[in-house]
């Protein structure tokens, strides 16, 4: 199954920064005016809700991570990219853009 999803960053009670994927976000019905975060983790194992004010930008990629991970060209300015960094810059991965 395909979700639509994007990957955020949320800081747990280590106060570490992790990467996550947004699900999507509701009105908090014990708290009117704030919302609420669906998170799940990138392997599917954790699903969770957090507020939606503790949400920062994805931790960067790490260089290991970078060259094991699968990377395309992009179509617009010839790069070379990975599959987080087209969905940290709001590139189409199945396009082969980076959202350059």
Known sequence: MNEDY???GYAGK???VHAYKLIGTAPD????GKKRAHLKSL??????WVDAEKLTDAPPQSE???????KR???SCGCEFTYA?????????SDSYCGC
């Open 85 to 93: 960094e087209a969905q940290r810059n709001g590139g189409e991965w």
């Open 43 to 48: 392997n599917d194992e954790l699903d969770f």
């Open 64 to 70: 290991a991570a970078r060259e094991r991970a699968p």
């Open 14 to 16: 280590s106060g570490k």
């Open 6 to 8: 994007t990957v955020i």
């Open 73 to 75: 060209a992009c179509y």
């Open 29 to 32: 019905k014990f708290q009117p």
